[in-house]
Structure formats: C-alpha cells, structure tokens
C-alpha cells in the first residue's frame, strides 16, 4: 500500500511534548545548565478564570454562571483556580508567578492567525517561516541534535539548524519498514531533513512511562531536562481552551484544560533534580484571552488580555506582576475583554535572555526585529 505524506499526518497519533537543544555541552556566561519550557495553551486560555479579580462585582455580575464558587488564595487582589492545586505548591515556595493583562500584539480573534503569531512573534499572520523560541536558540548556538519524531514540527522551534522532536509510541522504536516508508513519502515533497531526523530516531534511547498523557510526558521530559547533555529546551502542547459553550467553573471543560496545565508541572516536578528545576523556566503561550462576559451558552468568546503562568527556579519569587486595566466598560478593549497592558513578547524575550545568557537587547534586535519591548528580566527572574 502507498502511504503519502498526508495520509500518514491523518492517520498518526500525535503527541504534544518536543525537546531541543541537545548536546550542546557549552553554555554562554556559566556552568550551569538552564532549560527553559513552554506551554503552548492553544484555543485561547481565559486569564479571568485562572486567575480572577478579587472583589469586583461588575466583574462576577457578567460571570454569573460560570463564577468559580472555590478558589486557591493568592494575592489581595487575585485569586487562583483550584484546578491549579500543584501551581500553588509551587507559588508557596516562591517557585511559580504570573503576569496578567498581557497578550501578544494580535486582536483578529482568529485561532489560525492567532496560533500562528504567538509562535512566529510576528505582526502579520504566516508573514514569518521560523519561531521566536527558534530563532532565539539559534542566536544562542543552540544546534545541537534535538529528539525526533512527532510531526509536524511546531513553527515555535523552527529556525535552528538540527532542532527535531519526538515521543515515543510506548518506548518502542518504529521498524526500519516503517521508516523506509515513510521517508520515501517525504521525498515527495522535497523534505530531505527528515532523513536526518529518522536516523536520530534509530540511534535514541527510548524510555516509556505509564502513559502518553500529560503528566507522564511532563515526568520523561524532567527526567530529560535533568540530565547534563540532555535538552535545554521542551515545548508541550495543551489543546481545549477555546470554551464557547458549558465552559463550567470550579469544574467542567476550561477546569480541564488548567488541570492538564497543572499536570505538566507535576510531572516536571516530580521527575526533575533540585538543581536542574532551580535551574528552570517555565512559561505558558496562548493566542488571546476570552470575553469578559459570559456567553448565552454559558461559555465565552475569543477575546484580547490573558495571563503568562510561570514556574520553576528561574522565577524571581511569588507575585501576579500586572499594570491592571480594569473591568469598567470604558476600560475593557472593544468594550467587551481584558486589555491588554504588557505586550508578552517582553516577557518571551526577557524568559531567553534569563535562561539562554543572552544580552535583551539582542534578542530585542535579532529575534524581534527591533520591536519596542519592556525588558522584565529583572522584575520577573532571577538573572544571576
């Protein structure tokens, strides 16, 4: 039987954790090994219901169906999500932060274009081939082999030399047939890389957890990042955040989505040694947030500000950093959502000048094209 490239995408079970920068065993200003990780929350995470406004009442009026009637105490002004039990943990030992009303440049309230400028950093959708992550590894020398095999690669990671990903099917090691086969379909389409890419497969060690959810990935990724020639950088993948209709609150469909969050930290937790998660950055990627208002569906709509949720040692200490809008009417963006104050790639770029040792000017110039950035690396991380 013929399988095509296409066919193959269809019929393959993807997975949703991609490592990269392996090998590299020389870091730019110190010997330590720093990772940085990212969370793509694809469909739109809606900040408001991570983490809500304490005491607005206009706020909890637009919200009366989907209200969280429990939440995890935070700040004086902001409370958590209780589907964010082990991002508590963390928050209690100065491990975990957030930055809220912030959202990438984009207001088009599309998931294709929006999903496609979170990863580019760009302005104009599919404008940009490569991700602001790659090409800030590449600004850091980061080339060295990545892991093979789930595809297709994120644009987020693309735009460095030898940068593949994989998960393993149940640690198994796909037959020199099935490899065969699906190179020859590749070559279709011109995409030699992916011979690489397989070769690295077959050399790799494999090692399999219980599952190929997100808490086992977490803990195969931990278990990876901790290891001194192991990757310095690991992207997942949480889909289901786009609730139009029973959104729900303390429970329901975005209570999952933030609980698949948590499990990814979980894991990572878990599986890491003390001085490499002290060593790591942990940050979320969404396209947009969701509509202040609740829906007639008892859901909400795409909207603008959102919240960045942050981990790891690397986090300066526990604090919801925010140059807060408000909920007024007259304040909201459109009328209708958060606004957006802080422009996330700050915070993007400011997460690889802290963990890839690089000057944010650089990075400012280099990966973002000069564009007019806050460097937060001194507000939100630990530098030193």
């Not at 030992?93 to 929006?114: C, E, K, M, W």
């Not at 609740?294 to 919801?320: D, F, I, P, R, W």
Request: net charge positive.
């Amino acid at each position: 039987m013929k399988i095509n490239r296409r066919n193959f995408l269809k019929t393959t079970v993807f997975t949703s954790l991609y490592f990269a920068g392996f090998g590299v065993n020389s870091f730019a200003n110190s010997s330590k090994k720093k990772n940085l990780v990212v969370i793509m929350l694809r469909g739109g995470m809606d900040g408001l219901c991570a983490m809500p406004i304490k005491g607005d009442e206009g706020f909890e009026k637009l919200r009366s169906k989907i209200n969280l009637d429990k939440t995890l105490p935070l700040t004086t002004d902001f409370d958590l999500h209780p589907a964010l039990d082990d991002f508590k943990r963390l928050w209690d030992q100065n491990l975990a932060s957030a930055v809220h009303a912030t959202s990438i440049p984009y207001t088009g309230r599309s998931h294709f274009d929006g999903q496609n400028l979170m990863e580019s950093g760009g302005r104009i959708p599919y404008e940009i081939k490569t991700g602001w992550l790659g090409r800030g590894m590449k600004l850091a020398n980061l080339t060295g082999e990545g892991l093979a095999l789930s595809l297709p690669m994120p644009l987020l990671i693309r735009g460095v030399p030898m940068n593949d990903n994989y998960y393993p099917v149940k640690g198994i090691i796909p037959k020199t047939e099935i490899i065969d086969i699906i190179n020859d379909a590749y070559k279709e389409y011109g995409e030699d890389h992916l011979s690489t890419t397989l070769e690295i497969i077959k050399k790799r060690e494999f090692k399999s957890y219980s599952s190929r959810e997100n808490h086992s990935l977490a803990m195969n990724a931990g278990e990876k990042l901790s290891k001194a020639n192991g990757p310095r950088v690991a992207v997942f993948e949480v889909d289901g955040f786009d609730t139009h209709a029973a959104q729900g609150s303390t429970n329901g469909a975005h209570a999952d989505c933030l609980r698949e969050f948590d499990n990814i930290l979980k894991g990572l937790k878990q599986t890491m040694d003390k001085e490499a998660f002290n060593n790591t950055l942990i940050v979320t990627l969404t396209e947009f947030g969701r509509t202040i208002k609740q829906n007639s569906s008892n859901g909400t709509e795409h909207g603008y500000g959102t919240a960045v949720l942050m981990a790891g040692g690397l986090v300066k200490k526990a604090q919801v950093y925010s140059d807060w809008p408000g909920l007024k009417r007259k304040e909201m963006f459109e009328g209708r959502d958060l606004n957006s104050t802080i422009d996330a790639r700050s915070i993007y770029a400011s997460a690889m000048s802290t963990v890839f040792e690089l000057d944010f000017k650089r990075i400012q110039k280099d990966v973002f094209w000069g564009e007019d950035l806050q460097n937060l690396s001194d507000k939100l991380f630990k530098t030193v």
